[in-house]
């Protein structure tokens, strides 16, 4: 019951901040926020999608087995984790990229 609880809890704060950031508005130039968003929940369905599988057949070869429900909602919590760290790691690129670009232009005035 405990990992249920996590489960939706992680669900509902992935669902929050999507939504945040989807709807924030943009700022700058390069990929916008909507757009980083985006990429990381295509990135996540993927990820989920190997990870919940994989689990089905890795995770009894050591000795530990989980309900498919279990299954879901420990992914759940991955997913709370994988989406911030996702969108953290986009956006820190985006903001050194277009701060080395505009270093470059500075340059060559």
């Known amino acids: 019951m405990t990992l249920q609880i996590i489960g939706v809890v992680c669900a509902v704060f ?3 901040f999507t939504f945040r950031v989807y709807n924030s508005a943009d700022q700058g130039t390069g ?3 909507r757009q980083s968003i985006i990429e990381a929940w ?6 989920f ?7 089905l057949f890795i995770l009894p070869m050591i000795g530990a087995s989980f309900t498919l429900g279990e299954n ?3 992914g759940w919590i991955y997913t709370a984790v994988s989406v ?4 953290a790691i986009r956006r820190w690129f985006n903001n050194s990229i277009q701060r080395a670009a505009a270093r470059l232009a500075g340059r060559g005035t």
């Open 14 to 16: 992935v669902a929050a």
């Open 72 to 74: 879901f909602w420990m």
């Open 31 to 33: 990929q916008t926020r």
């Open 42 to 47: 295509v990135n996540i369905a993927i990820g």
């Open 49 to 55: 999608s190997v990870n919940f599988v994989a689990n």
């Open 84 to 87: 911030i760290r996702q969108y």
